[in-house]
DNA sequence: CTGCCGTGTGACAACGTTGTCAGGGTCTAG
DNA sequence: CTAGACCCTGACAACGTTGTCACACGGCAG
């Protein structure tokens, strides 16, 4: 900048002036700044100028997502993207994996660089560390998961609902024996969709067979030994439900090697890219994805812009989208047909 | 800063040296200093820090990827992303979407914010505008597409070797007539595959039918299109290559609705997740994602910590991964079969 | 001619931090 | 007892920018 105002011959606040568009510069000099500019490449500092500017915006924010490269996190990612670059604002992200320690230490990493804002999908049980880190101000909301511990915007999928609704689909058509597949209990996501998975069942008046119920899988391989123990059972579901997208992969292997893919019906939770290209195609229960990271954006800037009401916790309810794993009907007896 | 100091009875300098652990305070201040940090959740501002060390890193690199919810780019983020946290440095991401001038802002904006590197899967023909933003010394790697008009480190997929491997195979196969589905033959990735599709044919002797190659595909439905179009010929294609796998999935569902999925060969660039539970699993030509963002990420943080030999051009070969589509016979007549 | 106003410009301090250097204290060797 | 060395600590300037304020100039009314 110095350089730039010697070339121009002016002073350092008549450069910044012209820098920053303000108003008050006569033309002639306006040019000769601009030329000197170009001359150069001068390249205003922004961290100087944030530190500078009272109250001035680092026009970033952090957004903290399960895995940048699993389908549901990137969609999300992506929306959110689109909202932050309509405020001329650019995204750091990064993922967490379910690893409590990174969170924390990501957090607090971005909340050092002052970003204006703070998305979580929280990988911990509760996040009390946060009141910490929020006291400087910087707003935050949650997604995926609700905050614990700490009071803070959140936009979930009502995970009882989709499963509930994944239940009662396959009640309908007769399947008395749902088996259920599920992530660890622990994440809230997993507890509320076993809950539905189950409230679904009562209120219909029907009792889950516990040896169904399986959860603590976190792999697709895993799920797919799961789904082999079950069908090896002496009286084996006629139909299954995937509480997450990666255990459905499981879950459409083991049938396929046993050739069942026909014979058993099988509704997911969780849509991906290219689900219906499977034959029969995958029946899920679909979360709007664009939707979510498009929420999760607005309120995100609604609070970067001052907004001050207490916490909203939006609540999204996912759909289910009928393809044909999930309308097998229940076949009572010789499941092993072709 | 100055409340820690004037809360532990001691000058600015003397909490700065405790706050970056500098050797020569005594244990008493320290701890005195330490105590003051933590009732008053203080955070030394990293902007002011940096403007005043003198070279001092960011510890933030840019991204620009094609688009951030697509598997291959969020695939190639994700690795890049190991790699940086093992640096301590956070990610900067944004999607181009192919849109030229959005690279050009991102890229300015990125160099504006003193970002420590650079990575670019372009959108644009050519990068000549980015000697001039590169001057500042900021390292730039290309990923996917090599940089032309501007010297730069690259890692790119070797396209012709991949076009041409999958055509082969194919032809191994006794296919002769094997369809092409490509994107706009401007974007280097799809000139290239273009080309091994041909040079693959011409090196056995076989002409390819220029009616069966079909380019500027750019969604899944003009492919599902195109594909039925192609099986409409008097004579049809007996196999298929899908120059992309958003191509793939239209060809997948134009054979599906033709009964031809088990009739019609088709092999596929880029892999996707659960890929191999289609039925046949999609035979495809492999990229090794999480490679080419490592490879990117170990160039990128040489050229960080001043590795200044010439650019290197990393070229990373794919691989054929066979699954079942792929391997379908050519079926010289009575194609309508099921 | 004087005084006032508006316009364009610049000097200076300040943002929050750290590099430099100097000073005061304690310790050790002569 | 003194000189030198060493250890801690603090004062000060500087990083690149912008907000505040003052000043110089030309024009205009009295």
């Given at each position: 900048m110095r350089d730039v105002a010697a070339l121009a011959g002016v002073s350092l606040k008549t450069v910044s002036r012209v820098v920053n568009e303000e108003?008050?510069?006569?033309p002639d000099v306006r040019e000769r700044v601009g030329a000197a500019v170009r001359r150069l490449d001068y390249r205003p500092n922004l961290a100087a100028s944030n530190l500078r500017?009272?109250?001035?915006?680092?026009?970033l924010v952090g957004v903290l997502v399960q895995d940048l490269s699993n389908s549901f996190s990137a969609g999300v990612l992506r929306a959110l993207e689109d909202v932050a670059r309509s405020r001329r604002t650019a995204v750091l992200a990064a993922s967490l994996d379910e690893e409590l320690e990174r969170e924390q230490s990501m957090v607090h990493d971005l909340v050092t660089r002052r970003v204006d804002g703070l998305v979580i999908m929280p990988a911990?049980?509760?996040?009390?560390?946060?009141v910490a880190e929020l006291r400087t101000g910087t707003p935050a909301v949650f997604v995926d998961r609700p905050p614990r511990g700490v009071d803070a915007d959140s936009v979930v999928v009502d995970n009882f609902l989709g499963a509930r609704l994944a239940i009662e689909h396959l009640l309908d058509l007769g399947h008395r024996r749902i088996a259920g597949l599920f992530h660890l209990p622990q994440i809230p996501t997993a507890h509320d969709r076993i809950a539905g998975f189950t409230a679904a069942h009562t209120d219909r008046g029907v009792r889950p067979d516990p040896r169904l119920v399986v959860d603590g899988i976190s792999s697709t391989d895993e799920a797919t030994e799961v789904v082999h123990r079950l069908l090896d059972?002496?009286?084996?579901?006629?139909a299954i439900f995937a509480g997450r997208n990666i255990l459905a992969s499981g879950a459409v292997r083991a049938l396929a090697e046993r050739g069942l893919r026909r014979s058993v019906a099988l509704v997911s939770f969780d849509d991906f890219p290219m689900a219906d290209l499977l034959d029969p195609g995958l029946t899920v229960v679909r979360q709007d994805v664009s939707r979510i990271g498009r929420t999760v954006g607005r309120m995100l800037f609604e609070r970067i812009d001052g907004e001050s009401a207490p916490p909203r916790h939006v609540v999204v309810e996912p759909t289910l989208v009928v393809r044909g794993s999930g309308e097998i009907p229940r076949r009572p007896e010789g499941q092993r047909r072709r």
């Open positions: 108003a008050g510069v006569s500017r009272t109250g001035a915006r680092t026009g911990s049980q509760r996040q009390d560390y946060l059972l002496a009286d084996p579901p006629s």
